[in-house]
């Protein structure tokens, strides 16, 4: 099938939110990951916590646990479109915290560290949070089979 076709017969906003949950759920789950885990070059949830510590983030491992289970579990619920709002809440608030008490002093632009990238994984947090999972998500689905019937 031909993109001028799908465009044609879908709704674009929901492609373009589909495209920003996948792409930014994906994001933040592998952000979340190095944290947690130690997953690809990450240094894993006691180094974190350490280097949060050091940065005044205290007490460092409950921080380090808090942020990256935030990442990587609401950048799972935004891939999957479930409990969309208060995910993409949750990983604005997490994605402001790192603006301000890690990149902020840096400057704008992520070559020195600054806040360019956290502010950009918040404003797309913003957008979802405002719009919503879209018709292309597990939020959508679960509506349409359990709708909310009036009580009588």
Not at 36 to 55: C, H, K, P, R
Not at 100 to 123: D, P, R
Request: proline content about 3%; overall charge positive; hydrophobic content about 50%.
């Amino acid at each position: 099938m031909k993109i001028s076709a799908i465009l044609k017969t879908h709704d674009k906003t929901d492609l373009a939110i589909l495209l920003l949950r996948v792409t930014t759920g994906g994001t933040l789950m592998a952000r979340g990951a190095q944290k947690l885990f130690g997953w690809f070059g990450g240094y894993g949830l006691e180094a974190t916590g350490q280097w949060m510590d050091s940065i005044g983030l205290s007490p460092g491992y409950l921080m380090a646990l808090l942020a990256s289970s935030g990442e990587f579990f609401g950048g799972l619920a935004l891939l999957l479109g479930m409990l969309t709002r208060p995910a993409a809440l949750g990983t604005a608030l997490i994605m402001l915290v790192a603006m301000v008490a890690v990149h902020w002093t840096n400057g704008f632009f992520i070559t020195n560290s600054g806040y360019e990238y956290s502010l950009i994984l918040m404003v797309i947090s913003i957008c979802i949070l405002l719009h919503g999972a879209g018709k292309y998500s597990l939020d959508h689905t679960l509506q349409a089979m359990f709708p909310n019937k009036p009580e009588k």
